[in-house]
């Protein structure tokens, strides 16, 4: 089945910083990409998603571009704020057809410092 | 339009002990799904309903987890008995259909503490 690594954390910033979360991924074709955040006592919200290669997808400042050369799709934002804190979580369908319930990676926790 | 709806938030029982979690989708998504969230890992399938009928449950263990999903509604995920390495946060999550492109909404969690 479909799988992803991304980078252990916590990554800890100062406010207006630039970020940067590492995700790889290991598929069958090209399935959709996608990055949730978890807010402290929260459940997972969708941040962004890309549904082919080079596609960007980008919400809130937030932006990860889908490179079948390097089966990435790495988190960025030029200027992280204090309400970024949280942890994030890259994921993609288990299978290409069939199932499509997500298989995450084990989640960065981004701590910013005002 | 309302999210997803999950009760209780939080849950502490004594191994052995039995518990029940519900979860309410959004009005009119047919696809539902039960993830297990261990503490500083990212979330794992349990099990995926499509409407009332069960789409895959491969991952859940099943000689004591147990889920169902009898309208097409809600649903409820039972844990009977109960052991230490339960201890997580179980996710609710719906999408509309069944495809890769689809958004899935998740509730807030329950939070289960094995004593």
């Known amino acids: 089945g479909n799988s992803v690594t991304q980078m252990e954390g916590p990554v800890t910033l100062s406010e207006e910083a630039f970020l940067t979360i590492n995700c790889t991924y290991t598929?069958?074709?090209?399935?959709?990409l996608f990055w949730y955040v978890q807010y402290p006592g929260e459940g997972l919200q969708l941040l962004l998603k890309a549904t082919k290669a080079d596609d960007k997808g980008s919400n809130k400042g937030f932006e990860a571009t889908y490179r079948k050369e390097t089966t990435s799709f790495h988190l960025e934002k030029g200027s992280v704020q204090v309400s970024d804190s949280a942890v994030y979580f890259c994921?993609?369908?288990?299978?290409?057809?069939?199932?499509?319930?997500?298989?995450f990676g084990s989640g960065t926790r981004l701590q910013v410092q005002p | 339009e309302a999210g997803v709806a999950q009760s209780p938030r939080y849950k502490i029982i004594e191994k052995r002990q039995s518990v029940a979690f519900w979860c309410n989708p959004i009005?009119?998504?047919?696809?539902l799904y039960w993830y297990q969230q261990i503490l500083g890992q990212g979330p794992k399938l349990l099990i995926q309903f499509q409407n009332n009928g069960v789409v895959d449950d491969s991952q859940l263990p099943k000689d004591r987890f147990s889920a169902e999903r009898l309208k097409g509604v809600d649903s409820t995920l039972k844990i009977q008995p109960a052991k230490l390495e339960d201890s997580a946060v179980y996710l609710c999550?719906?999408?509309?259909?069944?495809?890769?492109?689809?958004?899935?909404?998740f509730g807030p969690g329950t939070r289960l503490t094995v004593l």
């Open positions: 994921a993609l369908p288990i299978r290409v057809t069939g199932r499509r319930a997500l298989t």
């Open positions: 999550a719906s999408s509309p259909r069944d495809l890769s492109t689809d958004t899935q909404y």
């Open positions: 009005s009119g998504h047919a696809t």
């Open positions: 598929a069958t074709g090209y399935p959709s």
